[in-house]
Nanobody, 126 residues
Framework: QVQLVESGGGLVQAGGSLRLSCAAS????????VGWFRQAPGKERDFVAGVSWSGSSTSYADSVKGRFTISRDNAKNTVNLHMNSLKPEDTAVYYC???????????????????WGQGTQVTVSS
């Protein structure tokens, strides 16, 4: 069982930065891949970034490549999403999620994820 809690969202001006954190409880967290997703009003929830269980592999949506960085600290059971050069179109509720199974890699398919956090709002003003 894994519980996920996101934090770090807020209001920021375009061009600014935020760091989102996903804190997990449960021993299995360190052996499962984690992804960040986001959902803007009236839109579907989309993959943003993912990191493998070991942290050695990462993946990003084209829309955030070069601006966002995902990292994890298994000793602290946390996964962070560093967001730079934010744009108004980055405004959304951001969710972290843990992939089903152990020793897994990231996956852009939401169906692969078993545990989800409650989400944190990110608003980027123009």
């Amino acid at each position: 069982q894994v519980q996920l809690v996101e934090s770090g969202g807020g209001l920021v001006q375009a061009g600014g930065s935020l760091r989102l954190s996903c804190a997990a409880s449960g021993r299995a967290f360190s052996t499962t891949a984690v992804g960040w997703f986001r959902q803007a009003p009236g839109k579907e929830r989309d993959f943003v970034a993912g990191v493998s269980w070991s942290g050695s592999s990462t993946s990003y949506a084209d829309s955030v490549k070069g601006r966002f960085t995902i990292s994890r600290d298994n000793a602290k059971n946390t996964v962070n999403l560093h967001m730079n050069s934010l744009k108004p179109e980055d405004t959304a509720v951001y969710y972290c999620a843990a992939v089903r199974g152990r020793f897994t890699s990231y996956n852009a398919n939401q169906a692969a994820y078993e545990y989800w956090g409650q989400g944190t709002q990110v608003t980027v003003s123009s």
